[in-house]
């Protein structure tokens, strides 16, 4: 079975301040993708990224960087410089592959609340 | 229309009440899920659908029936609920192709309110 812990519930930072989220996740598959969501308050989620278990490369998107870890089974997320917009739950996700379609499991979430 | 759009936004039923839930994807893509978040609980996924086929079925209680007449729409049919399932429902898509896991795209969600 797998399993995704996003052990912070909530993070309060200042505008500007850089903010890390982090992401441990669980499984016995070689193969598997991990995924991190946005939620904004109007309730949809958005994709930001998708990495491979075979792609240990760091990822910069802008502001957001990601770190994956084979070693510590992890895929944390750090945003830096945070902006108001930024506010929002960021979900991590475990996808693995499993006859013919693929489902995600989804940690519980991190609420991200930045004020000016 | 872009993406994946939900309809309605917001519902109100009644627990002897019938409805249901549309959602649309404008991708391309050959999947289509439904999800339902509640409060203080994770995602749950509820079904999934591989080329309006459906694959998964994770015990979800028969009051909800889903329908996928073709690849770009799927249904949430509604009878009965209960309180309990108010919820925000999130409907999804994605490509399925080979081993690989690709992302899956939200749509907005239906707020519901069972009274």
């Known amino acids: 079975a797998q399993k995704v812990t996003q052990a912070q519930t909530e993070i309060s930072v200042v505008e500007k301040e850089d903010v890390t989220l982090d992401c441990v996740y669980e499984?016995?598959?070689?193969?598997?993708?991990l995924f991190w969501y946005k939620q904004p308050p109007s309730g949809e989620l958005v994709f930001l990224i998708r990495?491979?278990?075979?792609?240990?490369q760091n990822e910069i998107s802008g502001r957001y960087s990601w770190n994956f870890q084979k070693s510590t089974s992890s895929f944390n997320f750090t945003i830096t410089a945070s902006q108001v917009v930024d506010s929002a739950v960021y979900f991590c996700?475990?996808?693995?592959?499993?006859?013919?379609?693929?489902?995600?499991?989804f940690g519980k979430g991190t609420m991200l609340l930045v004020s000016p | 229309e872009t993406g994946v759009t939900q309809t309605p936004r917001h519902l109100v039923m009644g627990m002897t009440n019938k409805k249901s839930l549309k959602c649309e994807q404008h991708?391309?893509?050959?999947?289509m899920y439904w999800y339902k978040q509640s409060a203080k609980k994770p995602l749950e996924l509820m079904f999934v659908y591989n080329f309006k086929e459906q694959t998964e079925n994770n015990s979800v209680p028969s009051r909800f029936s889903p329908e996928c007449p073709n690849s770009s729409h799927l249904f949430l049919h509604l009878h009965t609920l209960q309180p309990e399932d108010s919820a925000l429902y999130l409907c999804?898509?994605?490509?399925?192709?080979?081993?690989?896991?690709?992302?899956?795209?939200f749509g907005p969600g239906t707020r519901l309110t069972v009274t």
């Open positions: 999804a898509s994605s490509q399925i192709r080979g081993s690989i896991s690709y992302e899956q795209y």
């Open positions: 991708l391309g893509h050959n999947a």
């Open positions: 990495r491979n278990s075979f792609d240990e």
């Open positions: 499984t016995r598959d070689t193969t598997y993708y």
């Open positions: 996700a475990l996808s693995v592959r499993n006859s013919g379609y693929s489902t995600l499991t």
